[in-house]
C-alpha cells in the first residue's frame, strides 16, 4: 500500500490519500438522524489525518452535521497474519460537501474533541504505512 503525502499540505495535520472502510451514525443535529434513521451507515476514507477524514458516502448529509465514525485499521503481527481493529469512536463535524456524482458525495470532516489515544493510533498507521 502507498500512502501519498502532497507537499504543499498547509494543514495543521497532514492528510494522507488512504481508502479505508468507515462506519458512522448521524449524531446532530438531531432531525437529519430521524431523517436517516438511527443506524451505522458503510463509507470509505479518501483520506486521512490525526485532526480529519474524507469520506466517499452516498448519504447527502448536510454541511455543519456531526457524525460517530468507527474506522477499520490494520496492522500486521510478528507471524505476518493481518490484524483488523478499530482504534475507537471519533466525533467529526461536516465542515464540507461535494458531489462527486448523483448518488455519491465527498464530506471533509474535521474531529471534535479527539480523543488523544485513538488521535495517536491512526498517526502511527499513517506513520508504519508510508
Given at each position: 500500500?502507498?500512502?501519498?503525502?502532497?507537499?504543499?499540505?498547509?494543514?495543521?495535520?497532514?492528510?494522507?490519500?488512504?481508502?479505508?472502510?468507515?462506519?458512522?451514525?448521524?449524531?446532530?443535529?438531531?432531525?437529519?438522524?430521524?431523517?436517516?434513521?438511527?443506524?451505522?451507515?458503510?463509507?470509505?476514507?479518501?483520506?486521512?489525518?490525526?485532526?480529519?477524514?474524507?469520506?466517499?458516502?452516498?448519504?447527502?448529509?448536510?454541511?455543519?452535521?456531526?457524525?460517530?465514525?468507527?474506522?477499520?485499521?490494520?496492522?500486521?503481527?510478528?507471524?505476518?497474519?493481518?490484524?483488523?481493529?478499530?482504534?475507537?469512536?471519533?466525533?467529526?463535524?461536516?465542515?464540507?460537501?461535494?458531489?462527486q456524482d448523483p448518488k455519491q458525495f465527498r464530506l471533509n470532516i474535521c474531529f471534535v474533541k479527539p480523543d488523544s489515544v485513538v488521535t495517536e493510533e491512526i498517526t502511527r498507521f499513517i506513520?508504519?504505512?508510508?
Open positions: 500500500m502507498h500512502i501519498d503525502n502532497p507537499q504543499d499540505e498547509r494543514r495543521r495535520f497532514k492528510r494522507y490519500k488512504l481508502t479505508l472502510n468507515a462506519l458512522y451514525r448521524i449524531d446532530t443535529p438531531v432531525y437529519v438522524r430521524m431523517w436517516f434513521g438511527d443506524q451505522e451507515f458503510e463509507a470509505a476514507t479518501l483520506d486521512v489525518s490525526a485532526g480529519g477524514i474524507a469520506l466517499l458516502t452516498n448519504l447527502d448529509i448536510p454541511v455543519s452535521s456531526t457524525l460517530i465514525i468507527n474506522l477499520t485499521l490494520f496492522r500486521l503481527d510478528r507471524e505476518g497474519k493481518v490484524i483488523y481493529f478499530s482504534p475507537g469512536e471519533l466525533l467529526g463535524e461536516v465542515r464540507a460537501k461535494t458531489a506513520a508504519s504505512n508510508r
